[in-house]
């Protein structure tokens, strides 16, 4: 069992930045992934971005690459999102999620590919 701990979301201005942070208890096997989802009110949750055990491949929503990056730090367990350039549209609960199982190929953007998944943070981004 693994439990996600979401922290650093918060109120920005436009154009701003936040780092939100996951971490994770638990050993995280080298099959796992980690990943960042967003729901924004009125609409599903969709996803962000993802990062294998080794931190070499990642994967990002169109709408964010370029401006967050993902990272991994597997002695402290943690996972990180940096958000730059932030927009109205990034306004959203964020979700850390996790799963095992990973054996190459194009990382997993569907929810219900991940199994564990924290609490939430929010991020509010005004105009």
């Known amino acids: 069992q693994v439990q996600l701990v979401e922290s650093g979301g918060g109120l920005v201005q436009a154009g701003g930045s936040l780092k939100l942070s996951c971490a994770a208890s638990g050993r995280l096997s080298r099959s796992n992934v980690m990943g960042w989802f967003r729901q924004a009110p009125g609409k599903e949750r969709e996803f962000v971005s993802a990062i294998d055990y080794s931190g070499g491949r990642l994967r990002y929503a169109n709408s964010v690459k370029g401006r967050f990056t993902i990272s991994r730090d597997n002695v402290k367990n943690t996972v990180s999102l940096q958000m730059n350039s932030l927009k109205p549209e990034d306004t959203a609960v964020y979700y850390c999620?996790?799963?095992?199982?990973?054996?190459?190929?194009?990382?997993?953007?569907?929810?219900?590919?991940?199994?564990?998944w924290g609490q939430g943070t929010q991020v509010t981004v005004s105009s």
């Open positions: 999620a996790s799963r095992d199982s990973y054996y190459g190929g194009a990382l997993p953007t569907g929810d219900g590919s991940y199994a564990y």
